[in-house]
């Protein structure tokens, strides 16, 4: 099974399996668009892959074979104020749990 990866110039990490090249035929006009002009990145064959970097591999074959396209999103960034706010919370109680 061999399929194109593009990415978009739009969308950092984010990527686009189609089963021939320049063919997006089966990719929906609102997904290209906010894609944007995908960029050919390299050729694959799903049969001599065990597994794909960031995404399973079955779910790849899978949405390839049902509509003609996958889409990885690239994974959610993290928050680090967040993050940080959690970690003083976690201080606070603690100190006053001790008095």
Do not use: W
């Not at 970097?53 to 949405?63: E, H, L, M, P, T």
């Amino acid at each position: 099974m061999l399929c194109a990866v593009y990415k978009s110039p739009k969308k950092k990490l984010t990527y686009l399996f189609v089963n021939k090249r320049n063919d997006f035929s089966s990719v929906p006009d609102g997904l290209l668009t906010t894609f944007g002009s995908p960029q050919l990145i390299s050729m694959i064959n799903l049969a001599k892959q065990d597994k794909l970097a960031f995404s399973d591999i079955n779910k790849v074959k899978q949405q390839l074979t049902q509509q003609g396209y996958y889409l990885q999103l690239s994974p959610p960034e993290e928050d680090l104020l967040v993050e940080h706010r959690k970690q003083q919370k976690l201080k606070r109680a603690g100190e006053i749990d001790k008095t």
